[in-house]
């Protein structure tokens, strides 16, 4: 079946440091890819949507220039989070939709903790 | 928003088929029912998705009432393992760019 891999699964950081976090879907073209954040006992929340070749689509209240997301090529997006602050710690998930069957598979997830 | 509403948790005995319903009144008629389910700290993972017929697989059960404004995943003999998260989502399956939303989802918890 469809894989995602998202890496890490987990990273600590310094406040004021930048964090790339990788998803790549492993045996499919990802026309488009989510990316979610989770923060403890809550639903996953839709940050921004990103299609290859163009910038990415993010949703209200989330800062484009804090979140950066690269989408380069069929099978990799990449999300950075700039200057990371204490409360940008999070349980963060790509998602990426098969350009064949467009189904969605989700990455097993990124723990960010910055201190 | 999220287009569907789940109950917030639900227990099963071990065994004992786990009944999920989904309430999904304002789905379109180009959007399938996609269930995925969340163990702790790992991502979702795909059960099971339908239109309008019941589906199976070798997880689980999907149920679509013929309005479709409500479904139900069944687990058939829940185990301990499959204590999670169920989240039901409702989305049109095709190429275009569509943003896919999660509800608070059910916390289901098999009990030995």
């Known amino acids: 079946g469809a894989v995602v891999s998202q890496h890490p699964s987990w990273v600590i950081c310094k406040s004021g440091t930048s964090v790339k976090i990788e998803c790549r879907s492993l045996?499919?073209?990802?026309?488009?890819m989510f990316w979610y954040r989770q923060f403890p006992k809550q639903s996953l929340m839709l940050m921004a949507t990103s299609n290859e070749g163009s910038k990415a689509t993010y949703e209200q209240g989330v800062e484009k220039d804090k979140f950066l997301i690269n989408h380069a090529s069929l099978t990799l997006s990449t999300l950075t989070v700039t200057s990371a602050h204490p409360e940008d710690s999070s349980f963060y998930i790509c998602?990426?939709?098969?350009?064949?069957?467009?189904?969605?598979?989700f990455g097993s997830g990124t723990r960010l903790t910055v201190v | 928003d999220a287009k569907t509403t789940q109950p917030t948790s639900m227990d099963c005995a071990e065994g004992r088929a786990a009944n999920l319903p989904c309430n999904h009144s304002?789905?379109?008629?180009?959007?399938?029912v996609y269930w995925y389910r969340q163990i702790h700290s790992q991502g979702p993972q795909y059960i099971i998705h339908?239109?309008?017929n019941n589906e199976t697989n070798e997880m689980a059960s999907l149920i679509i009432t013929e309005d479709r404004k409500s479904s139900t995943l069944i687990l058939p003999h829940a185990t301990l393992r499959d204590t999670a998260v169920y989240y039901c989502i409702v989305r049109v399956v095709s190429g275009g760019y569509q943003k896919v939303t999660f509800g608070t989802g059910t916390k289901l918890q098999v009990i030995p």
């Open positions: 304002t789905i379109s008629g180009n959007e399938y």
């Open positions: 339908g239109l309008k």
């Open positions: 998602s990426a939709q098969d350009r064949g069957t467009y189904g969605y598979t």
């Open positions: 045996d499919f073209q990802a026309t488009t």
